[in-house]
């Protein structure tokens, strides 16, 4: 399994950014695929996920209402739509998934980084004031 991040980039303060993540080798059911994001010198924070079987989504309080995560599994392709971007958004952005355990297991939706066992590489978003 590989997961490619893409379209992060430089946006002024109120900008729009779209983030690409394709999954190769993947299976989208009973799983959950994610965004992280890790600003210099902080901790790796989670932003949001989707389950891949019911597309119920889940975002931290600090973009809710400003960022969407959608899934295109025809293009095995997750979507992070960021909106309304502050400067606290900067960060690097990861997308991330957990594997696929058989058509009986439906493994939750989770903010944990250690329930994902796929990392992409990262995307750079830089918002500045």
């Known amino acids: 399994v590989q997961l490619q991040a893409s379209g992060g980039g430089l946006v002024q303060t109120g900008g729009s950014l779209r983030l690409s993540c394709v999954i190769s080798?993947?299976?989208?059911?009973?799983?959950?695929m994610a965004w992280y994001r890790q600003a210099p010198g902080k901790e790796r924070e989670w932003v949001t996920c989707?389950?891949?079987?019911?597309?119920?989504?889940y975002y931290a309080d600090s973009v809710k209402g400003r960022f969407t995560i959608s899934r295109d599994n025809a293009k095995d392709t997750v979507f992070l739509q960021m909106n309304s971007l502050k400067f606290e958004d900067t960060a690097v952005y990861y997308c991330?998934?957990?594997?696929?355990?058989?058509?009986?297991?439906?493994?939750?939706?989770?903010?944990?980084?250690?329930?994902?066992?796929?990392w992409g590489q990262g995307t750079q978003v830089t918002v500045s004031s």
């Open positions: 991330a998934a957990n594997e696929y355990r058989g058509p009986f297991t439906i493994r939750a939706p989770t903010t944990n980084p250690e329930d994902y066992e796929y």
């Open positions: 080798g993947y299976i989208f059911s009973g799983n959950t």
């Open positions: 989707i389950n891949t079987s019911d597309g119920s989504t």
